[in-house]
Every structure is written in C-alpha cells, then in structure tokens.
Nanobody, 126 residues
Framework: QLQLVEHGGGAVQPGGSLRLSCVVS????????IGWFRQAPGKEREGVSC????????WYAGSVKGRFNISRDDAKNTVWLQMNGLRVEDAGVYRC???????????????????WGQGVAVAVSI
C-alpha cells in the first residue's frame, strides 16, 4: 500500500525557515510525481509546489516563488520542501501527495494525486 508521511512541521516567527520532508513507502519514488499542498482554516486547499519524476520539471505557486524550494532523493524515498522567509499567510496544514507518472510533468491539482500523507502543521506568528 502506498504511504506518505510528512515531518518537519512546527512554529516559527515571520521570516523564519522550516524544512518539510515527505517519506514514501510501498512504491518506488522514481516513478512518481510529488506535490505539496496546504490548507489554512476557512480556506481552500492550494497547491504549493510539485516535482516531477525523472527530473522533468517542478512548479511553484506564485506566492512562494523565490522562497520555497522542492527537492527529491529517490534513493532515500524522500522529497523535501525547504521554506524560507515564511509569512503569516503561509501557515496551515501541509500535505504531500503522489501521482504515478513515469514521464509526465507534475500538476498542482489535487485530483491527479492518488495517495496522500496525513499532514503536518506549520504555524507562523509573532
């Protein structure tokens, strides 16, 4: 069974940094696109970033470009989301998700992902 587990959430002050990890099991990461999504209370889930299998590309929401970076190490079955210069509006529950796509570019659309992590909380406050 496909399983994804997020780590690295926490509370930081504005301008701080966090590094989230997504550890996968039950499948070979190299054949999967991985997306990061977040949801704040009272708001819709939104795509934050995604990284394609086979190094075919990555995507970032406009609000996080230049501040966040997504990376992967297929041998370690892990994807990271480095978040720098955090803002209050970045707070929410972050989830990683996997899409089986050996050759396709990732999409920031929840319906295309078949497996999801449980989520980890990120708080940004003074």
């Amino acid at each position: 069974q496909l399983q994804l587990v997020e780590h690295g959430g926490g509370a930081v002050q504005p301008g701080g940094s966090l590094r989230l990890s997504c550890v996968v099991s039950g499948f070979r990461l190299e054949y999967y696109n991985i997306g990061w999504f977040r949801q704040a209370p009272g708001k819709e889930r939104e795509g934050v970033s995604c990284v394609s299998s086979r190094g075919t590309g990555s995507w970032y929401a406009g609000s996080v470009k230049g501040r966040f970076n997504i990376s992967r190490d297929d041998a370690k079955n892990t994807v990271w989301l480095q978040m720098n210069g955090l803002r209050v509006e970045d707070a929410g529950v972050y989830r990683c998700a996997a899409e089986h796509a050996p050759w396709s570019h990732c999409l920031p659309a929840p319906p295309v992902y078949e497996a999801w992590g449980q989520g980890v909380a990120v708080a940004v406050s003074i």
